[in-house]
């Protein structure tokens, strides 16, 4: 058996150096980050073993499963090029306008039923119109009197008197994800900027409510302009950070780009794991596409999935998600105990897994 080598010696103690100072409250540095993106892959596991001890600490082996509601598809002015509901999309989608409230209700009982602590609902549009606040009003307190679920509203861009109207009904959360970094942000969508999309979520937090925004690794953005949205959202004290990655469709104006590889992906969580590291971190779209055989590994350093389909992609079926995070030895996180446990909080021992 041979000796390690001082190259591996050193690169195993950086990472686990990197979740020491974490965890003793210390922040990395942007180029520090961008070193974790660069690790070369034959690090991943060293890696994803110093960002597991930094999620534990926090999270211990839960995982928050969220599930997504497309309330109104397509129609959108906007032009994000990664988006397939985006004006100049010409994907083959479902169009259509806000659902109605049997079958937003109806969201709800299968957010429920997948075990899912929140449940997203998400239109397209650059914000929303009065009549869709006015349903949000209507729905949000008639979900929340039946089913035992936060709700995340995801409604485009907001203003601080739309904001306080969607505390007011019972809106949790609101997610508004910066996407990108701010120097690229110009490159991926041109019909409104990166401070709009900031003065979204400060609109969200002046109003009393918390803030979920992430982004989409594997645009053509640099490692830098993903770090930067990392300490953005680090800035903005976000309480929840979902992940995508790229699944550039057929009919969208990035088509063609995958660029991804399953070690990108989770060099990506890892770094969001050690900049974000109390917050929630979810691997969200193109899970299934980008990770493919090594998901689980994502895991052990995000505490949260979709469960069910993404807005207009399939997601794998719920049952293979319970089985993955039943193999891992990691439970999932009800409704009632996620309210009990804050994400500042350090974890305490979690359940034993539960068979379903
Ligand atoms: S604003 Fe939202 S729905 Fe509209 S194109 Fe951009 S990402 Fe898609």
Same mark, same amino acid.
Request: proline fraction near 5%; aromatic fraction near 6%; charge should be negative.
């Given at each position: 058996?041979?000796?390690?080598?001082?190259?591996?010696?050193?690169?195993?103690?950086?990472?686990?150096?990197?979740?020491?100072?974490?965890?003793? &409250?210390?922040?990395?540095?942007?180029?520090?980050?961008?070193? /974790? +993106?660069?690790?070369?892959?034959?690090?991943? +596991?060293? !890696?994803?073993?110093? @960002?597991?001890? /930094?999620?534990?600490?926090?999270?211990?082996?839960?995982?928050?499963?969220?599930? !997504?509601?497309?309330?109104?598809?397509?129609?959108?002015?906007?032009?994000?090029?990664?988006?397939?509901?985006?004006?100049?999309?010409? %994907?083959?989608?479902?169009?259509?306008?806000?659902?109605?409230?049997?079958? $937003? !209700?109806?969201?709800?009982?299968?957010?429920?039923?997948?075990?899912?602590?929140?449940?997203?609902?998400?239109? *397209?549009?650059? &914000?929303?119109?009065?009549?869709?606040?006015?349903? /949000?009003?209507?729905?949000?307190?008639?979900?929340?009197?039946?089913?035992?679920?936060?709700?995340?509203?995801?409604?485009? #861009?907001?203003?601080?008197?739309?904001?306080?109207?969607?505390?007011?009904?019972?809106?949790?959360?609101?997610?508004?994800?910066?996407?990108?970094?701010?120097?690229?942000?110009?490159?991926?969508?041109?019909?409104?900027?990166?401070?709009?999309? +900031?003065?979204? #979520? =400060?609109?969200?937090?002046?109003?009393?409510?918390?803030?979920?925004?992430?982004?989409?690794?594997?645009?053509?953005?640099?490692?830098?302009?993903?770090?930067?949205?990392?300490?953005?959202?680090?800035?903005?004290?976000?309480?929840?950070?979902?992940?995508?990655?790229?699944?550039?469709?057929?009919?969208?104006? !990035?088509?063609?780009?995958?660029?991804?590889?399953?070690?990108?992906?989770?060099?990506?969580?890892?770094?969001?794991?050690?900049?974000?590291?109390?917050?929630?971190?979810?691997?969200?779209?193109?899970?299934? #596409? =980008?990770?493919?055989?090594?998901?689980? +590994?994502?895991?052990?350093? @995000?505490? *949260?999935?979709?469960?069910?389909?993404?807005?207009?992609?399939? &997601?794998? $079926?719920?049952?293979?998600?319970? %089985?993955?995070?039943?193999?891992?030895?990691?439970? /999932?996180?009800?409704?009632?105990?996620? @309210?009990?446990?804050?994400?500042?909080?350090?974890?305490?021992?979690?359940?034993?897994?539960?068979?379903?």
């Amino acid at each position: 058996m041979t000796s390690p080598t001082a190259t591996e010696t050193n690169s195993t103690t950086r990472w686990q150096a990197f979740a020491t100072r974490v965890l003793a &409250g210390e922040e990395l540095s942007a180029d520090e980050a961008i070193e /974790v +993106l660069a690790a070369p892959d034959v690090e991943v +596991l060293d !890696l994803l073993h110093a @960002a597991y001890r /930094v999620r534990h600490h926090y999270f211990g082996q839960r995982v928050q499963l969220y599930f !997504l509601m497309n309330a109104k598809s397509g129609l959108c002015p906007e032009d994000c090029s990664y988006c397939s509901q985006s004006k100049d999309s010409t %994907a083959e989608i479902p169009r259509y306008n806000l659902l109605n409230r049997t079958d $937003l !209700l109806a969201g709800a009982k299968a957010a429920a039923e997948r075990k899912a602590k929140t449940y997203c609902m998400v239109i *397209s549009a650059r &914000g929303p119109s009065e009549r869709e606040i006015a349903a /949000v009003e209507q729905i949000v307190p008639e979900i929340k009197e039946q089913y035992n679920l936060d709700i995340c509203a995801c409604l485009g #861009l907001l203003t601080p008197e739309q904001a306080a109207r969607l505390r007011a009904c019972g809106v949790d959360r609101v997610n508004h994800n910066l996407n990108t970094g701010g120097d690229f942000y110009d490159e991926i969508c041109t019909t409104h900027t990166y401070q709009d999309r +900031l003065d979204t #979520l =400060h609109a969200v937090r002046d109003a009393g409510m918390e803030l979920c925004s992430g982004g989409i690794i594997g645009m053509g953005e640099s490692p830098s302009d993903i770090v930067d949205m990392a300490l953005d959202l680090r800035e903005l004290k976000v309480e929840s950070i979902p992940v995508n990655f790229l699944n550039a469709i057929e009919g969208t104006a !990035l088509v063609g780009r995958n660029e991804l590889t399953p070690n990108d992906c989770l060099k990506t969580l890892a770094m969001f794991r050690l900049v974000n590291p109390d917050r929630e971190i979810r691997i969200a779209g193109g899970r299934e #596409l =980008h990770l493919r055989s090594l998901q689980p +590994l994502g895991l052990y350093a @995000a505490n *949260s999935i979709f469960v069910g389909d993404y807005l207009t992609t399939k &997601g794998q $079926l719920p049952e293979a998600d319970y %089985a993955m995070i039943r193999d891992l030895g990691f439970e /999932v996180v009800e409704s009632t105990e996620a @309210a009990a446990t804050s994400p500042s909080q350090p974890a305490t021992r979690s359940k034993a897994p539960p068979a379903k």
